[in-house]
């Protein structure tokens, strides 16, 4: 079985760990590796400041509350996205409104978003869908003049570029996961990037249960959301080899878009010309018109040892999501993605010669 992903890691990872544990690094408020971590992970994505945490969706959690919105408040987010850009929403009482896709990325429709902004508006949630970036510049400028807040979910494009710059320097906060499936990981982890130091100093006490002076008077409700020291050493050992990571991905994009390229049926993963995907998972989708059934070539595949995973299911069909009461919006791109598009196994220790085998199954399946 080809599965859709495998976690690489090494003797550098575990003789990191190792050390963190030697040192005594067992929790997430002491000792040199959650610093190290933080100022190597900001520095790589060309913001000032790192906070890290226990996971993605903690990481986009805390952001919101950092906001400091009011209930029934309203956040844009990408409408085709894991269910984690919209919790953050919902957990802060706030209202999510879906951003329909566009169909070439699958990132969100820029041209919808103005017409989805009322007064209620307090900030918008760009996914970078796969690794692929959104227009961050176009969005900001969007953003800039309605003066709503930015916070990127960036936790599928460490490293992607847009207009040269990396995604994740461009909100004022950005939110990475570190999951076993991500570009780097440290098994469970997260980090919130931003340029803004008092927005920096608020999320690492949000962090840390909103420790201030006295110790223990506490002003606000926060949160443990904290990473270990053990897990942010073997994120540092991980920071060694992102680049290389990224190239690999390239690589194996390259190769699908070679073997898959002349199949009608299919819709390819593009690279816009201002873009640098860095194909967090090669993502694909059949095209409506010829009629085959997504599920079943799931399943096909499957019996040929190939193992695939559905797009999200837009937030727009959540329950919880439209069950609230000024809930709002239809995603008909959306839809289609989740309906018709599947990822494919995208591990960066697969061959060529397995992507040729992947590609061989598809063509046969697709004739
Ligand atoms: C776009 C997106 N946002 C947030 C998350 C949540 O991250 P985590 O699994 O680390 O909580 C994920 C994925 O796992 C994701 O794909």
Redesign the pocket.
């Given at each position: 079985m080809i599965p859709v992903f495998e976690p690489q890691y090494d003797d550098k990872e575990i003789n990191l760990v190792v050390a963190a544990l030697k040192a005594g690094e067992i929790s997430g408020t002491f000792g040199k590796y959650i610093e190290e971590f933080e100022n190597l992970f900001a520095q790589y994505s060309g913001c000032k400041y790192g906070v890290a945490v226990s996971?993605?969706?903690?990481?986009?959690h805390m952001a919101v509350a950092a906001l400091e919105i009011q209930r029934g408040d309203e956040i844009l987010v990408s409408a085709s996205?894991?269910i984690?850009?919209a919790l953050c929403v919902y957990h802060n009482q706030g209202i999510t409104v879906p951003i329909d896709s566009e169909p070439e990325t699958w990132n969100l429709d820029i041209s919808l978003i103005e017409k989805l902004i009322t007064p209620k508006t307090k900030a918008i949630i760009p996914?970078?869908?796969f690794g692929h970036p959104v227009q961050m510049n176009d969005l900001m400028k969007i953003a800039a003049k309605h003066k709503i807040a930015v916070i990127e979910?960036a936790?599928?494009a460490h490293g992607a570029l847009c207009d040269g710059q990396k995604v994740g320097s461009f909100g004022d906060m950005n939110?990475f996961?570190?999951?076993a499936?991500?570009i780097i990981t440290t098994g469970?982890?997260?980090m919130i990037t931003t340029n803004n130091s008092e927005l920096a100093e608020k999320l690492r006490s949000l962090r840390n249960l909103g420790f201030a002076k006295p110790r223990f008077l506490h002003k606000v409700p926060a949160f443990n959301f904290r990473m270990t020291g053990m897990q942010a050493a073997f994120g540092v050992g991980q920071m060694s080899k992102i680049d290389q990571v990224i190239d690999q991905k390239r690589i194996l994009a390259q190769w699908y878009t070679h073997e898959l390229e002349s199949i009608n049926a299919l819709q390819l993963p593009i690279e816009k010309s201002w873009a640098k995907n860095v194909y967090w998972m090669y993502g694909v989708k059949l095209k409506k018109e010829f009629g085959f059934n997504r599920d079943k070539l799931m399943q096909d595949l499957l019996a040929e040892g190939i193992d695939t995973r559905t797009f999200f299911c837009p937030m727009s069909r959540q329950p919880f999501l439209y069950e609230q009461k000024d809930f709002r919006g239809t995603t008909p791109v959306a839809d289609d993605l989740w309906e018709n598009g599947f990822y494919l196994p995208s591990s960066i220790i697969l061959t060529q010669k397995e992507v040729q085998f992947i590609g061989a199954a598809l063509k046969k399946l697709l004739a």
């Open positions: 996971n993605g969706t903690t990481a986009l996205t894991n984690a850009s996914v970078h869908l979910d936790a599928e939110c996961s570190f999951y499936n991500k469970e982890g997260g």
